[in-house]
């Protein structure tokens, strides 16, 4: 059965063929053409695809911030039951020890309050005094 398309090298060459006159035509009419209702179709056709990628860029972004924060809020309970822990140590050994229990109340307050770290313009072994 004949073909009613020529042989693919043929539709090839025609098809540059038709590129080229089309660019050529372009190339003459160019200065013509008004570019303004160019650009605006082409921003009206273009829009949705905008669109969708800022969405996606923002999604991206919003992934990789909550990976962050889910890293660090990790850390921090980590570092937490760590402290809980050196807490109970700290207590059993003052105990074995005879030690009196030590104020925490104020290292508490502290901490609720949001007030200065340990050791920035404070002797670290005496949270409570300046440092001289």
């Known amino acids: 059965m004949p073909?009613?398309?020529?042989?693919?090298?043929r539709r090839s060459v025609i098809l540059v063929m038709a590129y080229a006159a089309l660019s050529l035509l372009l190339l003459?009419?160019?200065?013509r053409i008004?570019?303004?209702g160019l650009r605006a179709v082409g921003a009206l056709v273009f829009e949705p695809f905008d669109r969708i990628t800022l969405a996606g860029d923002r999604a991206l972004l919003a992934w990789r911030e909550n990976e962050e924060l889910?890293?660090?809020l990790t850390l921090l309970e980590l570092q937490n039951?760590?402290?809980r822990g050196e807490q109970y140590e700290n207590q059993r050994l003052r105990t074995q020890l005879g030690l009196p229990d030590s104020d925490l109340g104020?290292?508490?307050r502290r901490r609720q309050a949001g007030g200065e770290r340990w050791g920035r313009g404070h002797d670290e072994r005496w949270p409570?005094?300046?440092r001289q």
């Not at 003459?28 to 200065?31: A, L, S, W």
């Open 106 to 108: 104020n290292v508490e």
């Open 128 to 130: 409570d005094r300046p």
């Open 28 to 31: 003459v009419v160019g200065e």
């Open 34 to 36: 008004p570019t303004a």
């Open 70 to 72: 889910h890293r660090r």
């Open 81 to 83: 039951r760590q402290l």
């Open 3 to 9: 073909s009613i398309l020529p042989p693919a090298e």
